[in-house]
Structures are given as structure tokens and as C-alpha cells.
């Protein structure tokens, strides 16, 4: 693995455990009357398009991350929406 792609899975890797908390809180809890519905569905699009381009230049790194973040976005939003 080259360094520029370790870096990239790192930051990738970091970026989307950060949402791992958040996830694992609200589906404990079973309340998200907190979260922003309007800031993930942007985000979610943000990260969708993320992962486009990832497969639009071949760019392991951004896919695995955004996709995994995707996800965890996607269940916060899912969560939002059951929760009420």
C-alpha cells in the first residue's frame, strides 16, 4: 500500500468511527429528537457523492470510508424517523 493510500484509509477510517458513537447512542437510547434531520440528509447526499467520485477515479480508500459512512448515516436517519 502506497502512503498516500495508507493516509487516505486512515483519515477514512477515522473520519467515519466518528459516527459509531452517535449510532450506537441513539440506537441504545432509542431517541434521536436531537439529531438534525436536514444536516444528515445533506450530509448523506455529501457522502454519496463522495463515493461516486471514489468510483469515478478508482479510489479504494474513498470507497470503503464512504461507504461504511453511508451506512451509519442512512441508520442515524432510519433511526430519526422510527424513533419519533
Not at 43 to 57: D, E
Given at each position: 500500500m502506497q502512503a498516500a493510500d495508507l493516509l487516505g484509509t486512515s483519515?477514512?477510517?477515522?473520519?467515519?468511527?466518528?459516527?459509531l458513537p452517535q449510532v450506537l447512542k441513539t440506537w441504545k437510547s432509542k431517541s434521536a429528537k436531537d439529531i438534525s434531520s436536514v444536516m444528515f440528509l445533506l450530509?448523506?447526499?455529501?457522502?454519496?457523492?463522495?463515493?461516486?467520485?471514489?468510483?469515478?477515479?478508482?479510489?479504494?480508500?474513498i470507497i470503503l470510508a464512504n461507504?461504511?459512512?453511508l451506512v451509519l448515516a442512512l441508520a442515524i436517519i432510519v433511526m430519526k424517523i422510527r424513533y419519533k
Open positions: 483519515a477514512g477510517t477515522l473520519t467515519t468511527l466518528a459516527f450530509f448523506s447526499l455529501g457522502v454519496l457523492l463522495w463515493l461516486v467520485y471514489g468510483f469515478a477515479i478508482g479510489a479504494l480508500p461507504t461504511v459512512t
